[in-house]
């Protein structure tokens, strides 16, 4: 329980310090003295997010602090216990905002994080305020006080997983998809040129070599004729160099008897006359392998239009033409690859669907079930708040889509982020009106009795040890308000009940009661608050909130009244 509060520097407040109990505790005054300012203080030490709005004019730093009875299977001090905090004399909180925006948390004087602030303070208190009132109007929110009810967040946040898994492959999916796309549209193109490319056959500096080739088909017939007419010449005709000198050789060997000088001379003779007809055997043998047919250049010059042809076509040289078949052998294989990819991810999605499918299924009864339990406790809560003749019902609805983007049943309903229901709380508050939207039907007074409701209901499900009503009188009097203050007495029996109110009727069922008035002290705004301890201070405070500023006798006897049915 809230034990005690401590404000300082805080939007009006300079220095404040409440003491509660752990029963029914209200906080009156005037419109504007400041009873807001305490539930906003209250906020920022749950972990709401602080401004340097909300430090006192003039001052660098607003302090507030708060101190929390625990028990020692609480879930604050589990976590507490789990960081290495000791919780065993209870838990203080506190929060220093200076004026430049900055704020500070500690946590049992350790310096802390609003991370940790907001998983200790989760179920320390509740806050009831005119935000929740008009939050309650919103469908949106309906879902979340659903499943605060059935106690499905863990079972929802299974599916949130599932479903915050599944969305980005999908994603992944259709990427590639599109890439396999895109890259089919020119497969086709890509499967034509590496083909055009292979069937081909070059080999390396082959456009070299035909060119080679082909200056030789050229001139075939003179370089025929040349190796003929030298065959000739050396070796075949009468009178040929060979057979010129082989007389010169003959007459020299003869005359070598007379001057072995010229045996040498003679044998050199003998070595020029083997090397003609060693070049006359090539020359023979080169002349027979001259292509004179004009077939083999067309061919050659074929083979060069074709290599040529490639070359243009991929690169400008045959090293460019490689690298390119080389290139688009990689793009055919990565859309195979592509492919393979898509198939794992599908296979992945598919499993992770019918998870999401079972999870969300089960989610969806367990939340009919409580959705029909919710609406018959809200009902019976309805009937004690003078709404006796009113109809509550929580209604479901799914979406059925076609889109293949989105995550569905068998049936093609849609599963979203938190499954596959679609929640709105219906009102009738009268006999024979049709159940319609809380925002289209309901009134303000309605709305405060709803939210009071509501939070009777979820008080019993949810470890809450205070609740906090900001305004809960808003729009309501007369035999009303003392239902609702007798609603707030009946909750104070399981919780700690803190609550503002302007109505004397709600009021009198506290058992503490703390008036907040605003004084202005040379040229500054204070507020106070006084425990009104003593029965005279309670009974002069009801009047006022009956009569106003003019207290009458009648006022104080009626005050005295209402507080001894109140129980005071």
């Known amino acids: 329980m809230l034990s005690e509060l401590t404000i300082k520097n805080f939007a009006i407040i300079d220095d404040v310090r409440i003491t509660f109990k752990n029963e029914f505790s209200v906080l009156t005054g005037e419109t504007g003295a400041g009873k807001s300012i305490i539930i906003q203080a209250v906020n ?43 919780g065993s004399d209870g838990l203080i909180i506190r929060r220093i905002i200076s004026s430049s925006g900055k704020s500070r948390v500690f946590i049992n004087s350790r310096q802390s994080t609003l991370d940790l602030l907001k998983q200790v303070t989760f179920n320390l208190a509740g806050i009831s305020s005119q935000h929740a009132h008009q939050g309650l109007l919103k469908e949106e929110n309906h879902l979340d006080i659903l499943d605060e009810f059935a106690g499905t967040q863990d079972l929802k946040n299974e599916v949130r997983n599932l479903y915050q898994t599944i969305v980005p492959l999908k994603k992944k999916i259709r990427k590639l998809q599109e890439s396999l796309f895109a890259k089919r549209k020119e497969q086709d193109f890509l499967e034509f040129q590496t083909k055009e490319i292979k069937e081909a056959v070059i ?11 082909r200056e030789s088909l050229l001139n075939a017939s003179k370089i025929f004729e040349a190796v003929n007419r030298s065959i000739h010449e050396i070796h075949d005709r009468e009178g040929s160099v060979f057979e010129k000198l082989s007389f010169l050789k003959n007459n020299m060997e003869k005359l070598s008897t007379a001057d072995p ?15 003609l007809q060693d070049i006359a055997s090539e020359l023979r043998d080169f002349s027979s392998s001259i292509d004179l047919d004009p077939a083999s250049l067309e061919m050659t010059d074929q083979r060069l239009d074709l290599i040529s042809r490639l070359k243009r076509k991929y690169g400008g040289s045959l090293e460019a033409v490689f690298d390119s078949y080389e290139a688009m ?51 019976n809560e309805l009937d004690s ?41 219906l009102l009738s508050p009268n006999p ?16 405060s009795r709803i939210v009071l409701a509501l939070k009777a209901v979820l008080s019993k499900t949810k470890s809450l040890e205070t609740l906090i009503f900001d305004e809960v009188d808003a729009g309501i009097g007369g035999a009303t308000s003392e239902k609702v203050g007798l609603k707030l007495k009946q909750l104070s029996q399981k919780h700690q009940v803190i609550c ?66 109140g129980g005071y």
């Open 44 to 86: 920022l030490l749950l972990g709401s997010r602080a401004s340097a709005d909300l430090v006192r004019s003039g001052c660098d730093n607003a302090e507030l602090e708060a101190f929390f009875d625990i028990d020692d299977r609480s879930r604050a001090f589990l976590i507490l216990k789990d960081q290495g905090i000791d």
């Open 203 to 213: 080999l390396p500096n082959e456009d070299e070599d035909l060119e080679k080739q």
């Open 261 to 275: 000088r010229l045996e040498k001379i003679t044998g050199q003779f003998s070595s020029t006359l083997f090397d």
């Open 329 to 379: 052998q990689e793009k055919l294989s990565q859309t195979t690859m592509i492919e393979s990819q898509i198939k794992t991810f599908e296979k992945d999605v598919q499993v992770f669907i019918e998870g999401i499918r079972q999870k969300a299924n089960k989610l969806s009864v367990l939340r009919k079930t409580a959705g029909q339990k919710l609406s018959k406790l809200a009902k």
């Open 385 to 425: 708040l003078e709404m006796g003749k009113a109809k509550f019902e929580v209604a479901f609805s799914r979406q059925i889509t076609k889109d293949p983007t989105d995550i569905t049943t068998s049936d093609l309903e849609k599963i979203s982020l938190d499954g596959m229901d679609r929640i709105r709380f």
């Open 432 to 447: 024979g009106e049709a159940l319609k939207p809380l925002v289209k039907i309901a009134s303000g007074g309605e709305l």
């Open 500 to 565: 503002i109110t302007h109505l004397a009727q709600i009021a009198k069922y506290a058992e503490n009661q703390f008036r907040i008035s605003k004084n202005v002290i040379n040229g500054r705004t204070f507020t106070t608050i006084v425990p009104l301890a003593e029965p005279e201070a309670r009974i002069e405070e009801i009047a006022r909130m009956i009569g106003g500023a003019k207290i009458t006798n009648a006022t104080l006897t009626h005050a005295k009244e209402l507080l001894e049915q």
